[in-house]
């Protein structure tokens, strides 16, 4: 990411990670398995997240129009009934 998102989207990342330390300083008496649980999760995160990107990019390879759907509308173009119900 870089250009005008990514200084929104290191905010968000920084107020979820104070809310998370809040949460664990609020319940103390459960600290070690928040703590624990990062321990845990973290590694596997970081070792899927590019296999997932990577994933990604695949299917984007192989069904461009679907990956596409929300350009290829264009802004004056409004959306359909059924684009609507699926949610783009």
Do not use: C, H
Request: hydrophobic share 40%; glycine share 10%.
């Amino acid at each position: 990411m870089d250009g005008r998102i990514i200084g929104p989207y290191n905010v968000l990342l920084q107020v979820s990670a104070l809310a998370a330390a809040g949460g664990l300083i609020e319940n103390r008496s459960q600290w070690r398995w928040g703590f624990g649980t990062v321990l845990l999760v973290a590694p596997v995160l970081r070792w899927i997240t590019p296999r997932e990107y990577d994933r990604l990019l695949e299917q984007a390879k192989q069904r461009p129009s679907w990956w596409n759907r929300r350009l290829a509308r264009g802004p004056s173009r409004p959306a359909t009934q059924a684009s609507r119900r699926a949610g783009y």
